[in-house]
């Protein structure tokens, strides 16, 4: 089992910067790559970045390429995800998933193909 708490989500003015974290904890920390999903209302979760665990390769979403980063911290089984430039359509609530299960050198951004999820954290990008 794996615990997973997202931090750092809040309100922001379009153009400026939040990091979220995710800090993994639990029986077994085992995981192949942490992943960031976002969600809006009555839409389909979209995969926004990746990382592994092992040699920190990143998977990007087009729609936050140049402007969100993912970087981990594996003495603190923590991911995080240094968003800039943030716009309105930025506002959703944020995720991170582990994949324990990956067998690619590389992470992708499908949500199925995670085993455990956070609680979620909202981002609100207004003026």
């Known amino acids: 089992q794996v615990q997973l708490v997202e931090s750092g989500g809040g309100l922001v003015q379009p153009g400026g910067s939040l990091r979220l974290a995710c800090a993994a904890s639990g029986s077994t920390l085992d995981y192949k790559h942490i992943g960031w999903f976002r969600q809006v209302p009555g839409e389909e979760r979209e995969g926004i970045l990746c990382?592994?665990?092992?040699?920190?390769?990143?998977t990007s979403a087009d729609s936050v390429k140049g402007r969100f980063t993912i970087s981990r911290d594996n003495a603190k089984n923590t991911v995080y995800l240094q968003m800039n430039g943030l716009k309105p359509e930025d506002t959703a609530i944020y995720f991170c998933?582990?994949?324990?299960?990956?067998?690619?050198?590389?992470?992708?951004?499908?949500?199925?193909?995670?085993?455990?999820w956070g609680q979620g954290t909202q981002v609100t990008v207004s003026s």
């Open positions: 998933a582990a994949d324990f299960s990956a067998h690619d050198s590389r992470c992708r951004l499908r949500a199925i193909e995670y085993d455990y």
């Open positions: 990382i592994t665990k092992r040699d920190g390769r990143t």
